[in-house]
Structures are given as structure tokens and as C-alpha cells.
């Protein structure tokens, strides 16, 4: 049975990895359904965006967040959403798997906490692997 990955990504603090999050999610999508597939459109932008647009994306986001059956974050872009999103899959229980690049600073408050998987590394095809490997493993895969 495919699982539901909830991939977390910057937007509102820089799409500077969006082609990157496009090549991530396509390869999660070979063996599992990603609930939040948008964040790797390059194009998504959050120009001209309401309230009431915010408050849409936050029921949305918060309840596949509780969908989800894990979370592959991609965290060498700081976002405050990103972070919330993490924090809320602690809470909720969910299997969490940090990435960041290995000469960005991950946040203390990310990397200090023992709840999640925090891996760094140095190139694309390291992370695709690292990824691969977790989606293969199941949920019991360590750091």
C-alpha cells in the first residue's frame, strides 16, 4: 500500500530550491502518493495571496499533515512554515526525515531535537539516495 509523504519545502522564504524539490517529490512519487506535490512547481508563488487564501492553505497543509504517514523535509532554505510544519508532526506522531546541505547551518532547534532524522549532505544524488533508501527501509530507517 502507498503511503502518503507530507514533503516540506520553503516557499514563502525562497524558492531558491524548487527545482530541487520537484526532483525529490518525483522520486518519492515512484513508490508513494506525496500529499503536497505544489512545492516543487517552480511557478507557485505566493504574490496576490488573501486571508482568507492563508487561512485555506493552513487547513489544507495542517490536515494532510495529520494524513500523512511521514515527513521528508528539505531544510537548507530556513522557513518559518517549514519549521511549524515540523513541529506539528512531532506533535501528531509522525515519522519525520530531515535533509539539509552540509555547509548550510541547520537550526538548532531542528537539529538538537532527538525526535527527528537529521541527515546532511554534500550532493543531488547523495540525497536522492539517502531518500530512496528511507522510502525502501520503511519508517525504521536510522540516522
Same mark, same amino acid.
Given at each position: ?14 524558492? +531558491?530550491?524548487?527545482?530541487? !524539490? ?6 518519492? +512519487? ?22 482568507? $487564501? &492563508?487561512?485555506? #492553505?493552513?487547513? +489544507? $497543509? ?6 500523512? $504517514?511521514?515527513? #521528508? *523535509? ?5 522557513? /518559518?512554515?517549514?519549521? !511549524? ?22 537550526? *538548532?532547534? #531542528? *537539529? ?7 541527515? *546532511?549532505? &554534500?550532493?543531488? $544524488? &547523495?540525497? /536522492? ?15
Amino acid at each position: 500500500m502507498k503511503r502518503k509523504i507530507y514533503f516540506s519545502g520553503s516557499i514563502s522564504g525562497g524558492r +531558491q530550491d524548487a527545482a530541487l !524539490y520537484a526532483r525529490i517529490i518525483a522520486l518519492m +512519487q515512484q513508490t508513494d502518493i506525496v500529499l503536497t506535490e505544489h512545492v516543487g512547481d517552480v511557478n507557485y508563488s505566493t504574490k496576490g495571496r488573501s486571508v482568507s $487564501d &492563508e487561512q485555506a #492553505i493552513y487547513e +489544507q $497543509d495542517t490536515a494532510w499533515l495529520r494524513a500523512s $504517514d511521514l515527513v #521528508i *523535509a528539505e531544510c537548507t532554505q530556513p522557513s /518559518l512554515g517549514v519549521g !511549524y510544519e515540523l513541529a506539528l508532526a512531532e506533535q501528531l506522531g509522525k515519522p519525520v526525515y530531515v535533509f539539509h546541505r552540509r555547509d548550510r547551518h541547520l537550526s *538548532a532547534m #531542528i *537539529a538538537g531535537d532527538p525526535y527527528f532524522h537529521v541527515f *546532511a549532505y &554534500e550532493t543531488e $544524488d &547523495e540525497l /536522492l539516495t539517502l531518500i530512496a533508501e528511507i522510502l525502501k527501509n520503511g519508517n525504521d530507517s536510522t540516522t
